[in-house]
């Protein structure tokens, strides 16, 4: 079963951007779309990105599309999460997770599945 690791995350003012990178181990990386959730407090995980196998393919949920962007490298078992233009309702934790698809993760329980520790992402207004 693969393992998850997230860095990355931390304290920034609106307006400003970090990135995320999400480490996985093992040999079959390139096997599972990864994608992101997270979890702000007081409310349910959801969803925020996901990319294919290859790379090919992107989903992101509405609220930080042309915003965030996902990208992977297979050789380094690596997927990151470029957040720009961050806002106060940015404010989460941050996870990494496998799927098989973008599509199914997109809709899948936000609480089943693959998942790192977290990283802290904190955006002051």
């Known amino acids: 079963q693969v393992q998850l690791v997230e860095s990355g995350g931390g304290l920034v003012q609106a307006g400003g951007s970090l990135r995320l990178s999400c480490a996985a181990s093992?040999?079959?990386?390139?096997?599972?779309?990864m994608g992101w959730f997270r979890q702000a407090p007081g409310k349910e995980r959801e969803f925020v990105a996901a990319i294919s196998r290859s790379g090919g393919v992107t989903r992101y949920a509405d609220s930080v599309k042309d915003r965030f962007t996902i990208s992977r490298d297979n050789a380094k078992n690596t997927v990151y999460l470029q957040m720009n233009s961050l806002k106060p309702e940015d404010t989460a934790v941050y996870y990494c997770?496998?799927?098989?698809?973008?599509?199914?993760?997109?809709?899948?329980?936000?609480?089943?599945?693959?998942w790192g520790q977290g990283t802290q992402v904190t955006v002051s207004s």
């Open positions: 997770t496998t799927d098989e698809s973008t599509a199914t993760m997109a809709h899948r329980s936000p609480y089943s599945g693959t």
């Open positions: 093992g040999r079959t990386f390139s096997s599972y779309a």
